[in-house]
């Protein structure tokens, strides 16, 4: 009889912990999209050849762009917004491509500040953060005030109720190695065709932003680092297919696992650390069991 009971628990166990395990990854899918660049190059060559459009040229302004809109269930309102900028530029010289001086440019760019509603302010709800005052101790009815007397005026709000809540900015990232545009700013772009009538880098290796004489690579990679610092005229010259910039040699960077502050982790590390400890408790219950079963046999 004890060794049906002892077979028992450790399957009602086992049983609760694949439950578990399975509720688990049915509410926090293992899956998480996040947005990358379709083309890395191998070589500034490589940048140059996928490119329909090489100019250098100056941030003339930076302004919102539609919004990417993907269905979201689990989201309010049922979708998923991510922002998108417009970059208008000025062009100054052409390497590729039929652009020509003076023309301008809408640069597309995934990313930009989202704009979410914020918290009504104190007191613009009648009802709410607006108690009733009581008479002071000296008026008619006595120092705690007459119970029939009618009620006292609410004190007037500071602001107007019906006015809209003020708006909240939250700032999204966008895609890697891709970072923020501002006016006045130079770049050497290869560019392809992007969304709605714009045009993009051809990747992270097709920007570059002119400081002085010279190139500032917007990522780390072994062909933006190797095109990192390189005078213009060279970066003209390769451009145009008249020279080449090679490939530096990569210097491999050690990667840690360790979490990172400000970082996001996936998981809960709670449950996590349960599971752990029900799945051990399984193995433990079933070979204490198997030993437990070949000594009495």
Do not use: C
């Not at 390497?95 to 509603?117: C, E, S, Y």
């Not at 772009?189 to 917007?218: C, F, H, K």
């Amino acid at each position: 009889m004890r060794k049906k009971l002892w077979w028992v628990g450790v399957a009602v166990l086992t049983l609760a912990l694949v439950g578990q395990y399975i509720g688990y990854s049915s509410d926090h899918p293992g899956t998480v999209g996040s947005a990358v660049w379709a083309f890395r190059p191998n070589s500034f060559q490589d940048v140059v050849s996928n490119a329909q459009t090489i100019v250098q040229a100056q941030v003339v302004k930076v302004e919102a762009g539609p919004d990417i809109v993907t269905k979201a269930p689990a989201e309010p309102g049922g979708e998923d917004r991510i922002p998108t900028q417009r970059i208008t530029v000025s062009v100054q010289s052409v390497d590729k491509g039929a652009t020509t001086p003076g023309q301008t440019l809408v640069v597309f760019r995934t990313g930009g500040p989202i704009t979410t509603p914020s918290a009504p302010a104190r007191g613009s709800i009648p009802g709410s953060d607006t108690p009733e005052s009581l008479r002071p101790p000296n008026a008619a009815g006595g120092g705690k005030g007459d119970p029939n007397a009618p009620a006292p005026d609410r004190p007037a709000p500071q602001s107007n109720p019906n006015a809209p809540a003020s708006a909240g900015i939250l700032a999204f990232e966008g895609v890697d190695d891709d970072p923020e545009y501002a006016p006045g700013e130079q770049y050497l772009l290869a560019l392809t065709a992007g969304p709605n009538d714009t045009m993009r880098p051809v990747s992270p290796e097709g920007r570059y932003r002119i400081n002085g004489n010279t190139l500032q690579a917007v990522t780390e990679s072994t062909v933006a680092s190797s095109v990192n610092g390189v005078d213009l005229a060279t970066a003209h010259a390769a451009a145009q297919g008249k020279a080449q910039i090679q490939n530096k040699p990569s210097i491999q960077k050690r990667v840690t696992t360790e979490p990172v502050p400000g970082m996001p982790t996936t998981g809960i590390p709670f449950l996590d650390a349960a599971l752990m400890t029900a799945g051990t408790i399984a193995v433990i219950a079933i070979v204490a069991g198997f030993v437990l079963r070949r000594r009495r046999a």
